[in-house]
């Protein structure tokens, strides 16, 4: 299959050109600059009429499918408050794929998203990069790639209501930190079992610890659910305790301190953007957020925090992004490659280069502009409907 006549925006280094591209098997087999020369064209092939081709948009947190449309609690399966530390449990065994909202995201250019559990827990368990187009969730899942946690409010306000740990910041740091100690050192046990097994006993089997593992090898990242700088600094201070890599979520009030954020070579997940501040620690929420931590040298890349913001909205929001004083072009790469290169997965999703998969959207206009709807969304190689 060709996609020519298009002006390509690859969000790669040669990022704007009139080209076309080709794709077999749902993969991306050729980019080129010009017409395709010599080539005798077939009803698969596509005119794009001088429309701008992108990589298919990336909503990089989400609980989509996981807190389910219209429904209250049957179909919110977010948060297991039963326990305010729970890396064993996985985002992929609650979500329901067939969630109408899933179709809202492609038919606005959305193709893949990272659903997460919730913020309730100081731990809330892993997190499933997915397309959003299929009928089973193993089917479209592209990689697990993140272990959730959070701080601030959402775990005070949980627990406390409760009489349980954690009712303080302090006590959800603790919580963390004890979670990862105990994690090292069955990690440690399992090594010297491993290395002496005729000498050592292998520790107990533990699904908390093991959950933890790819996290402490340096296989997935830590996300951290953070609105406050004062929390962000927490979260940087704990994963330098324990050597991990990480991304900080939401970051609604990084911007005062972005300078610090910058140095420290930080990745931002920032959104929702499209709110009210309706919490204490969201008071430092502004537009502006995200050009202040781009200009300071944070990486970004925006996100709807479905069901905060609906995820049919992720353009809408970097274009909000755009008015705060973005600029149009990190605006997009915010939701193409930056948010592919944070997650870990720019080997799959996120530009348009041979190799990677064919998720394509076709706007006839600026696809930031809220009039525009896609003229069309493809996924793995297949336009839908």
């Known amino acids: 299959m ?30 080129e600059q010009g017409k395709p020369e ?25 609980h989509l499918g ?3 449309n219209g429904i209250d609690f049957e179909g919110d399966d977010c948060n297991e408050i039963s326990d305010p530390f729970t890396p064993h449990l996985r985002a992929i065994d609650g979500i329901n ?24 827990n100081a731990c809330g368990g892993d997190m499933l990069l997915m397309k959003t187009y299929g009928r089973c969730v193993d089917e479209m ?17 949980t627990y406390s209501n409760r009489d349980e740990m954690p009712v303080t910041r302090m006590a959800t740091a603790a919580l963390i930190r004890e979670g990862l100690q105990k994690a090292k050192l069955y990690a440690e046990r399992l090594q010297r079992f491993e290395e002496h097994p005729d000498e050592e006993e292998p520790p107990e089997y533990d699904s908390k610890c093991e959950a933890l593992l790819p996290l402490l090898n340096g296989d997935m990242k830590a996300h951290f659910h953070c ?13 330098k305790e324990f050597g991990l890599e990480f991304v900080i979520i939401h970051g609604t009030g990084a911007h005062v301190t972005a300078d610090l954020f910058g140095e420290w070579g930080l ?38 925090d479905h069901p905060e913001v609906p995820v049919q909205y992720l353009p809408l929001s ?42 394509l959207v076709l706007f006839a206009e600026d696809p930031l502009d809220v009039m525009q709807h896609p003229e069309w969304v493809m996924i793995d190689g297949k336009i839908l409907k």
């Open 2 to 31: 060709l996609i020519y006549n298009a002006e390509i925006y690859s969000m790669t280094e040669d990022m704007h050109f009139y080209g076309y591209v080709e794709i077999q098997d749902g993969k991306i087999t050729a980019v």
């Open 38 to 62: 010599q080539i005798r064209l077939t009803e698969q092939d596509i005119d794009a009429h001088g429309g701008m081709l992108l990589p298919g948009f990336i909503d990089a947190h989400t």
């Open 66 to 68: 996981i807190i389910e």
């Open 97 to 120: 794929p067939q969630d109408r909202c899933f179709r809202e995201a492609y038919a606005h250019g959305i193709t893949s998203v990272m659903v997460s559990p919730g913020s309730a």
């Open 141 to 157: 899942a592209i990689r697990t790639c993140g272990m959730k946690f959070a701080l601030g409010e959402n775990p005070k306000s």
């Open 227 to 239: 609105h406050r700088a004062d929390d962000i600094c927490t979260a940087v201070r704990i994963c």
């Open 267 to 304: 990745s931002m997940i920032i959104g929702p953007v499209i709110c009210d501040r309706c919490k204490p620690e969201m008071q430092d929420l502004e537009l502006h957020n995200a050009a202040i931590l781009h200009q300071n040298g944070v990486r970004i890349a925006i996100c709807t």
């Open 318 to 359: 970097a274009a909000l992004a755009v008015k705060g004083g973005l600029s149009r072009e990190t605006a997009l790469r915010a939701m193409t490659s930056e948010p592919a290169d944070i997650l870990g997965v720019s080997d799959r999703i996120g530009r348009i280069a041979v190799g990677l998969d064919a998720d």
